[in-house]
Antibody
């Protein structure tokens, strides 16, 4: 079964850091680009970041650029999101999602996890 | 505010056809394929339409997509209560260093 399972969410104070993980199974992880997408309470989906199959190509939303870092470990079938200098507006449900290709510009996500919740509050 | 513009809400009665629009620009819809996602709150989003008008395996043929210039549309025919969800258009935007874009989402209510 193709599956993505996010973890690492929680309550964190503004300015602090958090690292999200996404464990992939049921498919050849290193064939595909991977995304992070978030949904703030009462808001729509917001794309956060994407990484190509070999980590050579990465892109970020303007709202997180310079604060978040996406990475992957193909040997561990895992995707990560290092979130630094967190702000209250980063509070959201964070999904990881698999693209259908290895490059980042198709933006077609066919498998999604159930999400992990990040709350930034003092 | 999203670069891809969708109406915030749409509604219809069972059996009707509903259309949801998505307006963008040359750097996104005008030069890249449009995808549509269905999202029922509390569940994982689902890819509904890809490459402007293609349905993934398993998606009902009641769902169809189209694109013209810098605008795209999602049509849902034979509306059913289970179609009540949030719908998002999405496309890669090639401006600056490139970024993914979702529309603001359209909440579909089946009356």
């Amino acid at each position: 079964e193709v599956q993505l399972v996010e973890s690492g969410g929680g309550l964190v104070q503004p300015g602090r850091s958090l690292r999200l993980s996404c464990a992939a199974s049921g498919f050849t992880f290193d064939d595909y680009a991977m995304h992070w997408v978030r949904q703030a309470p009462g808001k729509g989906l917001e794309w956060v970041s994407v990484i190509s199959w070999n980590s050579d190509d990465i892109a970020y939303a303007d709202s997180v650029k310079g604060r978040f870092t996406i990475s992957r470990d193909n040997g561990k079938n895992s995707l990560y999101l290092q979130m630094d200098d967190l702000r209250p507006e980063d509070t959201a449900l964070y999904y990881c999602a698999k693209d259908v290709r290895g490059n980042i510009r198709l933006f077609r996500m066919d498998v999604w996890g159930q999400g992990t919740t990040v709350t930034v509050s003092s | 505010q999203s670069v891809l513009t969708q109406p915030p809400s749409a509604s219809g009665t069972p059996g009707q056809t509903v259309t949801i629009s998505c307006s963008g620009s040359n750097s996104n819809i005008g030069s890249n394929p449009v995808n549509w996602y269905q999202h029922v709150p509390g569940t994982a989003p689902k890819l509904l339409i890809h490459s402007d008008n293609m349905r993934p395996s398993g998606v009902s043929d009641r769902f169809s997509g189209s694109k013209s210039g810098t605008s795209a549309s999602l049509a849902i025919s034979g509306l059913q209560s289970e179609d009540e969800a949030d719908y998002y258009c999405a496309a890669w935007d090639g401006s600056l260093s490139g970024r993914g874009m979702f529309g603001g989402g359209t909440k579909l209510t089946v009356l």
